[in-house]
């Protein structure tokens, strides 16, 4: 099972609690960012562009604790930057399992060896390791020869201590399906509890902005990846939501689902896009124009998206929405293999080289 029955049941139980109080809006997951600064410089994220006084900037554990406790969501994202680099992380991390937040501590693994005595075992923490597929797509992705191997590293680690384990991969054009679906196998042999997985989102600062995913390219790319899919692969997603990345489901955007929270406060509308911040929780869901975004607004820098901060929490509400929602949810559980001819061709296609163009954007 990919994730605990206790993190599922609090987080339906959340759910069906603002649906009985009649919330249309409500964060499922928040986005803590407390700090921008990282060790890598991959190609597709920019947020190491930031000057260098904010790039030495951190979120306090106080700050963190007051942004957990104003959203209220029951699950807690840590990206960044790189959260092992945040000199407080541990007592951050402390303060988020007393407070009993499932927690997805996001990272490269480059220090994940080195860090490990600073954190216990729980079922609230999971750390989320950053692993853009095999070794050498890994390496070239976040522009670092042998960080792949660092990270295997890192992951075997923290699995034998004891620890809850996920991946977390990001998707780019020119993705080569069978290498993906290789990659499943490696994850899934190592004993990590589940996979997540999204295609490339476009940030303003990324240096490589030429291998972003459109609509059409992402539901293709997901279809051969994901359909006729072996049955010891665990995705810790929802299942309506990888149907939705391979074209099976349509769900409208929900930016107020997973909203974010880093070093200039709430950021409008979500972790995606930078359209001004609010200094309270309240004011970012009350003076945000939600109207403004996703596809359906007709917000160019939202055509493309269909990453998980935005329609993860889409699928969720939508099966406990319905009855309807509820049973697709129960049939894409329980009948995962999506035997599918077409796609078999697919995986027959050489892919797109990619390769020599991010060897370009890295030596820039």
Not at 30 to 48: H, S, T, V, Y
Not at 51 to 80: Q, T, W, Y
Not at 219 to 247: I, K, Q, V, Y
């Amino acid at each position: 099972m990919p994730v605990p029955v206790s993190q599922m049941w609090t987080v339906a139980s959340y759910v069906i609690q603002q649906k009985l109080k009649g919330r249309q809006r409500y964060p499922l997951v928040l986005m803590l960012e407390p700090l921008f600064r990282c060790n890598l410089a991959c190609a597709g994220c920019g947020k190491i562009q930031y000057p260098a006084h904010v790039l030495k900037m951190n979120l306090s554990p106080e700050d963190c604790f007051k942004a957990v406790d104003e959203c209220g969501a029951p699950m807690v994202s840590i990206p960044g930057g790189e959260p092992l680099m945040h000199p407080q992380i541990g007592e951050i991390v402390a303060g988020l399992v007393a407070r009993k937040k499932y927690i997805y501590l996001c990272t490269n693994a480059l220090l994940l060896q080195e860090k490990l005595h600073l954190f216990k075992p729980s079922k609230y923490l999971s750390f989320s390791v950053h692993m853009d597929g095999q070794r050498e797509h890994h390496d070239l992705s976040v522009c670092k020869e042998g960080g792949y191997e660092i990270a295997l590293a890192g992951i075997k680690a923290a699995i034998a201590a004891g620890f809850r384990v996920t991946t977390n991969t990001t998707l780019f054009d020119g993705t080569d399906p069978n290498s993906v679906r290789d990659f499943f196998d490696e994850m899934t042999a190592l004993g990590v509890e589940g996979m997540m997985l999204s295609p490339g989102y476009s940030y303003d600062k990324a240096p490589d902005q030429q291998h972003f995913l459109g609509r059409a390219r992402t539901r293709r790319l997901f279809r051969a990846m994901l359909s006729n899919r072996r049955p010891n692969w665990e995705f810790n997603m929802s299942p309506l939501f990888l149907e939705f990345l391979m074209g099976k489901q349509n769900f409208k955007c929900t930016p107020w689902g997973m909203p974010t929270y880093n070093l200039f406060g709430w950021q409008k509308p979500c972790y995606l896009l930078q359209d001004g911040y609010a200094e309270t929780f309240q004011e970012l869901m009350e003076t945000t124009g939600w109207d403004n975004y996703g596809t359906e607004s007709g917000n160019p820098k939202c055509a493309n998206c269909m990453v998980h901060s935005g329609y993860e929490a889409s699928a969720v509400d939508y099966t406990f929405s319905s009855w309807k929602g509820f049973f697709a949810t129960a049939r894409a559980t329980l009948f995962s293999r999506y035997r599918d001819q077409e796609a078999l061709e697919m995986l027959k296609e050489p892919p797109k080289a990619v390769h020599s163009d991010l060897v370009q954007i890295a030596n820039q």
